[in-house]
């Protein structure tokens, strides 16, 4: 009995010590290759979302129409202003931070392949390994894989947006958006 309450009890003491997580199951790395009369094709104003493959760089469809029967999701790519896209990351009335290049939602780690800090394609410990100059390395992950950004709470009619590359990403790929700017969804590539 004494040996089942101290199994009981350490189970509950290690599921409240490990970290609580928003996880995104649904979105996936891959762009789609869809037909263009099924959207709006553009080409973005900005690299911030290439994930080392130019994937959005160009022919880019985005379904205008998307948001007038469909909520927005985390993981979205949305078209907003001048042909600029990026990822929806955070949600209406939701607390957002950003500590050493990882994003937390409502004090949650967001465990998805855009939730922390990427440079073309690479994670922290990829771009350690890459062959690129070391004093140039070390200014990229101290300015990106360490980023910070204190909470704010998103409005209830906006999103909170980021390019999927940090490097790239600016005030325009990488902030609170207006639900009312949003153009429409990028739903892939032309074929």
């Known amino acids: 009995m004494k040996r089942l309450l101290f199994t009981a009890l350490l189970v509950i003491l290690l599921s409240s010590c490990s970290e609580k997580v928003v996880d995104d ?7 789609s290759k869809v037909p263009p009369e099924i959207g709006t094709t553009i080409s973005p104003m900005s690299d911030a979302m290439d994930r080392g493959q130019h994937d ?19 993981g ?4 907003y202003e001048d042909n600029i896209v990026s990822r929806v990351v955070g949600l209406p009335n939701e607390k957002i ?3 050493n290049g990882q994003i937390y939602i409502g004090g949650a780690k967001l465990d998805a392949f855009y939730g ?5 394609g690479y994670d922290y410990e990829h771009f350690k390994g890459s062959d ?14 360490k980023k910070g950004m204190k909470e704010i709470t998103v ?4 999103v909170f947006v980021i390019g999927d590359d940090w490097s790239r990403s600016n005030n ?6 207006a639900m009312k700017d949003l153009r429409g969804k990028v739903v892939g590539v032309s074929k």
């Open 97 to 99: 931070k950003i500590s």
């Open 76 to 79: 979205d790519i949305v078209c």
């Open 116 to 120: 922390s800090a990427h440079i073309r």
């Open 132 to 145: 690129l100059e070391e004093k140039a390395k070390e200014t990229l992950i101290e300015e990106i894989f």
């Open 56 to 74: 959005l760089s160009r022919n880019v469809v985005v379904d205008v129409s998307h948001y007038k029967t469909h909520s927005v999701a985390r």
């Open 155 to 158: 409005g209830s009619n906006e």
């Open 172 to 177: 325009s790929t990488f902030r609170s958006l």
């Open 25 to 31: 199951k649904i979105t996936t790395e891959a762009i």
